[in-house]
């Protein structure tokens, strides 16, 4: 694959599951979401295919053809979606054209509270509960952006192969969050949760430094010589989830 072909698969399968957790956590996003029922399908031509489904005030992103579709979007190309994601071009509607108001009022503004938390800014960077959403959204896209590497970008699956099956876990102490990267057959999975008997962790020391070290503030070499950033388990596992885990900031900046 390449540049573009990746970073629109990152941007529907690791970025946009994010919304999932958004309105799961803010009562902003929540309300807007409220009483909605309606799905949204993004269809790439030669690219990845994905919906949000707005239900009984919860969401849920998956992939694929959701079958029932209330608006689809069609996008040209990857590059296509990936401009719109930053905020630099519009899709084609090509079904929904009744909840167009939708998009562009409430879906809207629930994507611009999901850029809020995922690049704060100011003082709202500074405050406890809008780091604790940013730490937990971030860790969750880390998660799901290794797995799509661990599939689509060459160095990245080179490395996947190397990695023996198992699990490990990311955690912010003392009681999280977490989340579990499961490696199988040189490919992962992402779970947003900590799981039993994981062959490596990856502890961080506490909330200001695990939000340090995902928004690279932090360098974790140092981290690891102070105590900030404790490794357990099979130390190689880390070191090539920690490559692939670079290669995320080659395409989302």
Same mark, same amino acid.
């Given at each position: 694959?390449?540049?573009?072909?990746?970073?629109?698969? $990152?941007?529907? *399968?690791?970025?946009?599951?994010?919304?999932?957790?958004?309105?799961?956590? &803010?009562?902003?996003?929540?309300? $807007?979401?409220?009483?909605?029922?309606?799905?949204?399908?993004?269809?790439?031509?030669?690219?990845?295919?994905?919906?949000?489904?707005?239900?009984?005030?919860?969401?849920?992103?998956?992939?694929? !053809?959701?079958? *029932?579709?209330? #608006?689809?979007?069609?996008?040209?190309?990857?590059?296509?979606?990936?401009?719109?994601? =930053?905020?630099?071009?519009?899709?084609? +509607? $090509?079904?929904?054209?009744?909840?167009?108001?939708?998009?562009?009022?409430?879906?809207?503004?629930?994507? &611009?509270?999901?850029?809020?938390?995922?690049?704060?800014?100011g003082s709202s960077s500074k405050?406890? =509960? !809008?780091?604790?959403?940013?730490? *937990?959204?971030?860790?969750?896209?880390?998660?799901?952006?290794?797995?799509?590497?661990?599939?689509?970008? +060459?160095?990245?699956?080179?490395?996947?192969?190397?990695?023996?099956?198992?699990?490990? #876990?990311?955690?912010?102490?003392?009681? /999280? +969050?977490?989340?579990?990267?499961?490696?199988?057959?040189?490919?992962?999975?992402?779970?947003?949760?900590?799981?039993?008997?994981?062959?490596?962790?990856?502890?961080?020391? =506490?909330?200001?430094?695990?939000?340090?070290?995902?928004?690279?503030?932090?360098?974790?070499?140092?981290?690891?010589? $102070? /105590?900030?950033?404790?490794?357990?388990?099979?130390? +190689?596992?880390?070191?090539?989830?920690?490559?692939?885990?670079? *290669?995320?900031?080659?395409?989302?900046?």
């Amino acid at each position: 694959m390449d540049y573009q072909s990746i970073l629109a698969h $990152l941007n529907l *399968r690791a970025v946009l599951p994010n919304l999932e957790t958004l309105i799961a956590s &803010d009562d902003q996003a929540a309300a $807007l979401a409220k009483k909605k029922n309606i799905c949204i399908r993004f269809w790439v031509r030669n690219g990845p295919d994905a919906y949000v489904k707005f239900e009984h005030g919860a969401c849920q992103v998956g992939q694929g !053809n959701p079958g *029932r579709t209330d #608006v689809l979007l069609f996008f040209m190309s990857c590059r296509h979606l990936n401009k719109m994601f =930053d905020g630099q071009s519009t899709p084609i +509607p $090509l079904k929904g054209f009744t909840k167009i108001s939708f998009l562009t009022k409430e879906f809207q503004a629930i994507t &611009d509270r999901l850029e809020y938390f995922l690049k704060p800014s100011g003082s709202s960077s500074k405050d406890p =509960d !809008n780091m604790a959403l940013n730490t *937990r959204l971030m860790m969750q896209t880390a998660g799901r952006g290794i797995a799509v590497l661990c599939e689509t970008d +060459p160095m990245a699956k080179t490395v996947a192969a190397g990695i023996p099956d198992g699990t490990v #876990v990311m955690k912010v102490l003392p009681e /999280g +969050p977490a989340i579990s990267l499961d490696f199988r057959g040189g490919k992962a999975q992402m779970t947003p949760d900590e799981v039993p008997s994981p062959m490596a962790c990856m502890l961080m020391k =506490d909330g200001q430094i695990a939000n340090d070290l995902l928004n690279q503030k932090l360098d974790p070499f140092a981290a690891i010589a $102070l /105590g900030d950033l404790m490794i357990r388990g099979q130390t +190689p596992m880390l070191d090539a989830m920690d490559l692939i885990l670079d *290669r995320i900031a080659h395409y989302l900046k």
